[in-house]
């Protein structure tokens, strides 16, 4: 299983990005242009880190719900442009 990051919710504080020991966690845009973050449900390991680093309430659940995220980009490198 893995979190979820609310793209709805998430504000862009990012403070769960260096929290994550599985570095899984990574920055997109929304449909809105609005810069959130994803989590990669293949690295994810359940650890909460991420949940408990979050400010904003009800940003991350611990339960995997992928039609919540912003959508990853198409091109892995493209993350790493909004680090």
Do not use: Y
Not at 11 to 36: N, S, W
């Amino acid at each position: 299983m893995s979190f979820t990051i609310v793209a709805s919710i998430c504000e862009g504080h990012f403070d769960c990005i260096p929290v994550c020991p599985e570095e899984c966690i990574h920055k997109t845009r929304t449909a809105e242009g609005l810069l959130v973050t994803f989590v990669d449900s293949t690295k994810c390991t359940d650890c909460g880190a991420c949940e408990f680093a979050c400010p904003i309430e009800g940003a991350v659940l611990d339960v995997w719900r992928p039609e919540l995220q912003a959508p990853a980009p198409l091109n892995p490198l493209q993350s790493i442009w909004f680090e």
